[in-house]
């Protein structure tokens, strides 16, 4: 989209509203995700964050954010937000608070809260049409526990909890579906390997106002078992193959924001990663890894 | 003016959130706690409060709220009851740490399982570590005046810690007593406009929170200031109760003690049954009997030297606990008994009676069953066993009803 402030690539390099010098892992999806969301959004916000991997950016007594942070905790980042958002109404409202002073509220979680323990707490902030951020990094596991399955894992993957040689043997929700089942003010699917479609969708739900829902799928070297500096090749594949489709719901619509019409196969993407190893060694296995694509392939001929 | 009206507990408290001029009230329903959010959220929407209800959809989400909001710079007001206090005891303990002020009611009601709708207070002495203040009420008054000094204390700058105001669910929250409700401008002036002190987020003054530490010496620190800052709350409590009772004429000491001055035996029990105990020291006395009652109002912080100070000289005491812990036995008993052991002084034989469990009744009779006992031990001259409060009937048609049920195997 052309109305936004950011054009092309070098526009993304004007703002920096995230210190460096953290203790995340090198080459870690989900720190470039919060860097580019941190970016786009400005200065003037407040960050309520249940445990998970980035729970470690702001320690005792630090914090890389230019903006003010809350942790809460894994269940409730969402009630949070909603506790923090009604505070700051009621302050403009009865004067204590200038509207200049007003912050934007993104609630900052990982998978296995998004999916799984924050859930309840997020859909009814949606039900309540809350004007909120809610940014999940989503590196398929419970990152910060050592990368265990999560209602994120996708099928076949290792984890901790899942090494046998079937990997995971659970489906991944469709947790875009169960926001949008909500019908939340904007919902999206993005990625940081993808900078230009991500800061258009961010830069679209600052428009509006209500729940604005972004999931990131963020590559994490430490759980995925892959080299650092693959995390953007391994992010722009997920989205080549079609694993990780890049969409929006707004007015009631789900729009896919890029289509890819020669699909890489799926085994590029998951070849690079020490968690899907076993597809291929000892030896293939085109079961599992036919398995895989078809999804894919179901998946786009669905839509 | 100043009037008097026929309230419930849980109106009583309703009233001491709006007369201390709320911002904001984060709830969930709960027997025996409803009627409270009911009756604030009927005032806000005929518009006689100027506050904000969400309702929350569950106590952990609630909770969090209340925390998140009073970082935000509003002042706050909750309450629970029971399961509701254990489905957010996470953020119960999390948000002392927070160092922000809010006050919370907690209705009494016993624990599951079996489940039960009715009073004891296990679920809010689960909360007893979490660095949370408590106030014990034992009227409809204490409840509403509770609620006012409550947020005295935990706006005080050296405190900021959330204040747990309890009432017992049923005997209080369902029965009506004359309250005087207080003028609101007076409250306010007893209060102050809201000061948030260093809590609010702002475009030009960011601030975290809730951060984490990655060494135990930061973490020992932060743990021992909460610690310091609610034990200075018994200071804090006297000064905030000393001028409620120039503003408004009623007096709250940390512990009230009935009858103590010449007593040779009292009870020592917290929450509405006590008002019985009360009523069979009367009769007691009426046959010779010194005893009297000692009610602590606060357990969080613990009034361990005023306690030594009334129990000082006095030969038996009975520790009724509504609550049990199991595998020990009543809680308070632990309390009082620990705030005793090495101390110097002349202390009483003490006795652990546990009863109220699920709102099981304290008769009069048992209370006087209790004293005698009591005299029996101190002329032995030792500790008695824990006891159940529970009588030969009792036992008979619980084994009654199971016959006819056919649940038991013989
Ligand atoms: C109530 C509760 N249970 C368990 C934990 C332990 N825990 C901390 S982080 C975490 C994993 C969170 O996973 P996710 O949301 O995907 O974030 P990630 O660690 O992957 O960044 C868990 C299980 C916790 N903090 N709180
Ligand atoms: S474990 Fe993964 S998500 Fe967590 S900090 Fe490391 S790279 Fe990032
Ligand atoms: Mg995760």
């Not at chain 1, 800061?199 to 999931?215: D, L, N, S």
């Not at chain 2, 001055?261 to 009870?267: I, L, N, Q, S, V």
Request: aromatic share 10%; with cysteine.
């Amino acid at each position: 989209m052309s109305e936004g402030l950011i054009k092309n690539i070098k526009d993304l390099a004007g703002e920096h509203n995230l210190a460096s010098g953290t203790s995340i892992c090198a080459g870690c999806g989900a720190l470039e995700t919060v860097k580019l969301f941190c970016d786009i959004l400005g200065k003037n916000t407040v960050f309520v964050n249940a445990a998970g991997c980035m729970t470690l950016l702001a320690i005792y007594p630090f914090t890389p954010f230019s903006g003010s942070w809350l942790y809460t905790a894994m269940a409730s980042a969402s009630a949070g937000a909603q506790g923090i958002r009604d505070a700051l109404d009621i302050l403009i409202k009865k004067g204590r608070l200038s509207a200049a002073e007003d912050l934007k509220v993104i609630v900052l979680t990982g998978d296995g809260s998004a999916y799984g323990m924050g859930l309840s707490a997020t859909s009814a902030a949606i039900d309540r049409c809350l004007d909120f951020y809610y940014l999940c990094y989503n590196n398929e596991g419970y990152g910060n526990t050592g990368h265990q399955d999560s209602a994120a894992t996708p099928y076949g993957a290792r984890t901790a909890t899942s090494s046998s040689g079937a990997g995971f043997i659970g489906r991944k929700k469709d947790l875009f579906s169960i926001w949008a089942a909500h019908k939340p003010a904007y919902l999206a699917t993005v990625i940081a390997a993808e900078p230009m479609d991500f800061a258009r969708k961010v830069e679209t739900a600052m428009k509006i106002k209500g729940p604005k829902m972004f999931i990131s799928l963020a590559p994490c070297p430490t759980g995925w078992h892959y080299e650092p500096h693959q995390t953007v090749s391994i992010g722009k594949l997920a989205v080549q193959t079609g694993i990780w489709p890049l969409k929006e719901y707004k007015d009631g619509k789900v729009t896919h924001t890029k289509v890819i019409k020669e699909k890489l196969p799926v085994e590029e993407y998951l070849k690079l990663q020490g968690r899907f190893e076993h597809l291929f060694t000892p030896e293939k296995n085109l079961v599992l890894i036919n398995e895989i694509q078809s999804s894919v392939d179901q998946y786009w001929i669905d839509i | 003016m100043t009037h008097q009206i026929l309230v419930t507990g849980n109106a009583a408290a309703a009233w001491g959130a709006r007369l201390s001029s709320v911002d904001y009230i984060p709830a969930f329903p709960i027997t025996p706690q409803t009627e409270i959010i009911e009756t604030l959220s009927g005032w806000i929407n005929n518009g006689e409060m100027d506050s904000h209800l969400t309702m929350y959809e569950s106590e952990h989400s609630m909770i969090t709220a209340a925390g998140s909001a009073a970082t935000a710079g509003v002042r706050v007001f909750t309450a629970t009851s029971s399961q509701g206090l254990m489905y957010g005891m996470e953020m119960i303990f999390a948000i002392p740490g927070w160092r922000v002020p809010f006050v919370l009611v907690n209705v009494s009601r016993g624990l599951a399982s079996p489940i039960t709708l009715e009073c004891d207070h296990n679920d809010i002495l689960a909360a007893r570590d979490s660095g949370c203040i408590q106030i014990h009420c034992s009227t409809c008054q204490e409840i509403l005046d509770s609620v006012i000094i409550g947020y005295k204390i935990s706006e005080h700058i050296k405190i900021r810690l959330p204040v747990i105001v309890n009432l017992d669910g049923f005997y209080l929250s369902f029965t009506r007593e004359p309250v005087e409700i207080p003028e609101q401008h007076k409250v306010i002036q007893y209060l102050g406009e809201y000061n948030p002190m260093n809590d609010i987020y702002s475009a030009s003054a960011p601030q975290a929170r809730g951060l984490i530490v990655l060494v135990g010496s930061q973490y020992s620190y932060f743990r021992y200031q909460a610690h310091l800052a609610n034990l200075k709350a018994l200071d804090v409590y006297k000064e905030a109760a000393e001028e409620f009772t120039l503003q408004f004429g009623r007096n709250y000491s940390v512990i009230e003690s009935y009858k103590i001055d010449d007593a040779e035996y009292c009870f020592i029990m917290v929450g509405s049954f006590s008002t019985k105990a009360k009523s069979a020291a009367d009769l007691l006395r009426s046959e010779g009997w010194r005893i009297g009652l000692i009610r602590p109002r606060l357990i969080r912080p613990f009034p361990s030297e005023e306690l030594r100070i009334l129990l000082s000289g006095i030969k038996g005491a009975a520790v009724i606990d509504q609550n049990i812990s199991f595998g020990k036995g009543g809680i308070l008993y632990t309390e009082i008994t620990s705030a005793l052991y090495g101390a110097d002084g002349n202390y009483p034989v003490t006795g652990s009676f546990i009863g109220g469990l699920g709102g099981r009744d304290i008769t009069i009779d048992e209370f006087i069953v209790i004293a005698g006992e009591m005299r029996e031990y101190v002329q032995k001259g030792k500790q008695p066993d824990t006891r159940l409060l529970f009588t030969e009937d009792e036992l008979q048609q619980i084994k009654k009803i199971q016959l006819i049920a056919g649940t038991e195997n013989s």
